[in-house]
């Protein structure tokens, strides 16, 4: 079964910098898109942002700029990299199984991405 595992969240200040890994299993994981989405209270699963098997990123407007996403597929891991972090960045933080090579893409939004982690809260004070 395909298990993804969150980590590195945490509590920083406003400004500062965090990076979040997921590890991956139970698929062939460089065949799969794979993104990290969030969630705050009263609100929808929001997009943040994917990596394709090239490794290639594509991120929601409220990060771009800022953090930066990327894999390594002998270790079957995704990070994310935030930087000049925001209060409004304070959310629980899932890494998600994305679209499969060689069939049709689905756009970048949360509802693409399934399987979820448990999740891994980021707090991030004034």
């Known amino acids: 079964q395909v298990q993804l595992v969150e980590s590195g969240g945490g509590l920083v200040q406003a400004g500062g910098s965090l990076t979040l890994s997921c590890a991956a299993s139970?698929?062939?994981?460089?065949?799969?898109?794979m993104g990290w989405l969030r969630q705050t209270p009263g609100n929808e699963r929001e997009f943040v942002a994917d990596s394709n098997w090239w490794n290639s990123g594509t991120y929601s407007d409220s990060v771009k700029g800022r953090f930066t996403i990327s894999r390594d597929n002998d270790k079957r891991t995704v990070t994310l990299e935030m930087n000049t972090l925001k209060p409004e960045d304070s959310a629980v933080y899932y890494c998600?199984?994305?679209?499969?090579?060689?069939?049709?893409?689905?756009?970048?939004?949360?509802?693409?991405?399934?399987?979820w982690g448990q999740g891994i809260q980021v707090t991030v004070s004034t």
């Open positions: 139970g698929f062939r994981f460089e065949n799969y898109r």
């Open positions: 998600g199984l994305g679209p499969r090579r060689f069939t049709p893409s689905k756009p970048y939004i949360a509802s693409s991405y399934t399987n």
